[in-house]
């Protein structure tokens, strides 16, 4: 029985879409297939994003002694 997104994990939500990505760049997929796998790949891509950017969230928050308290993390260009 295959996973729903609630139950997979970051790695392996990245795992299936690598899978995803390989067989849409060789190039042999029928079309309809290539659809299907698109949409799938587009929603595992924004889970993975959404997990990403909660754990930054998350990331960025430090406790301190008194309370929480927020901080940036400066991004490379």
């Known amino acids: 029985m295959a996973k729903t997104k609630e139950d997979l994990s970051f790695e392996e939500a990245m795992e299936q879409l690598e899978g995803i990505v390989e067989q849409l760049e060789e190039g042999e997929v029928p079309l309809e297939k290539a659809l299907q796998f698109y ?3 587009m929603a ?3 889970y993975c994003h959404d997990t990403l950017n909660s ?3 998350q990331l960025t928050k430090m406790i301190t ?3 929480e308290k927020s901080f940036d993390i400066k ?3």
């Open 39 to 41: 949409q799938k790949g």
């Open 44 to 46: 595992l891509s924004k």
């Open 55 to 57: 754990a930054e969230k």
């Open 65 to 67: 002694d008194e309370g």
């Open 75 to 77: 991004e490379e260009d």
